[in-house]
């Protein structure tokens, strides 16, 4: 517990800055955060026995993010075009795993499958993290998507430990519960609504920034995230790893800190976009 607290005293501050100043301090910290998750992904099938391509997949998430966040042809709400990106991470994936074959890795083509889905997973999801803020009033949209996750988390610990008795998901994560889970989205939903009022001020009375705004994104968020965490449990699971890594003292590695923030920030993105603005 004090490795967590100490931890927290430090990363908090770093976080909430990187928010708030936005430019290259939040996409260095995002993106660095998100490449060091895709390593801590392939170490984890690694110990389990598989060979994805490590360079691929956190190269791949690296110049996948960069492609997202800088519109260097165009500019648009819409994330832009990386299908030629994609596809040659494909070929370049499926190249490398015919030649293990070839040289006696028996299970390249499920580790062909396990690379392309690395990428993939950390590079699109994690670029949202950045287009997220990269919206017009993309600081307190951020600070209305992430922290849905904070409180429902919290609303979910909290109350679970107390009140938990029915098991959400027995074999991913045995100490989650049902009352745990509703406890959360409600936690969630007074959050953020409370969270939209306070940023009006800063905002302005223009802002689409709404406490209708902040309790949808509250709603929509706590409900569906939560499986992103679930996501990392499974891999973890089935390999019979407790932490991804050990980069964060008390805290695991950089996948267990955003592996629900991957999926934060492209539901709340799209939400955003599609409903807000």
Not at 25 to 49: C, H, N, P, R, S
Not at 166 to 194: H, M, V
Request: no cysteine; glycine share 10%.
């Amino acid at each position: 517990m004090r490795q967590r607290l100490l931890s927290a005293i430090f990363l908090v501050p770093l976080g909430i800055a990187a928010i708030y100043y936005g430019s290259w301090f939040y996409f260095i910290l995002i993106t660095l955060l998100v490449t060091l998750a895709a390593k801590e992904y392939v170490d984890m099938f690694q110990a389990g026995g598989h060979h994805p391509n490590g360079l691929i997949v956190a190269g791949g998430t690296l110049a996948i993010i960069v492609h997202q966040a800088f519109p260097l042809f165009e500019n648009t709400l819409l994330p832009r075009d990386s299908a030629w990106l994609i596809s040659s991470l494909a070929l370049a994936s499926m190249t490398f795993h015919l030649v293990q074959y070839e040289r006696g890795k028996d299970n390249a083509a499920l580790d062909f499958s396990i690379t392309i889905s690395g990428f993939i997973y950390f590079g699109m999801l994690g670029s949202f993290l950045i287009l997220l803020r990269q919206l017009p009033e993309g600081l307190w949209w951020v600070m209305l998507a992430l922290p849905a996750i904070w409180f429902a988390d919290s609303g979910a610990y909290f109350y679970g430990r107390v009140y938990g008795r029915r098991k959400l998901s027995p074999r991913l994560s045995p100490k989650k519960t049902w009352e745990g889970y509703i406890a959360g989205i409600i936690t969630a939903i007074i959050g953020t609504t409370l969270f939209a009022f306070l940023w009006r001020l800063p905002a302005g009375p223009e802002t689409a920034i709404t406490p209708l705004a902040g309790a949808l994104l509250g709603l929509v968020i706590s409900i569906v995230a939560p499986l992103g965490d679930l996501g990392e449990s499974m891999i973890k699971r089935q390999f019979g790893i407790k932490d991804s890594s050990h980069l964060i003292p008390g805290h695991g590695g950089a996948f267990d800190r955003i592996d629900s923030w991957l999926w934060a920030g492209v539901i709340g993105y799209y939400m955003i976009v599609w409903f807000f603005l």
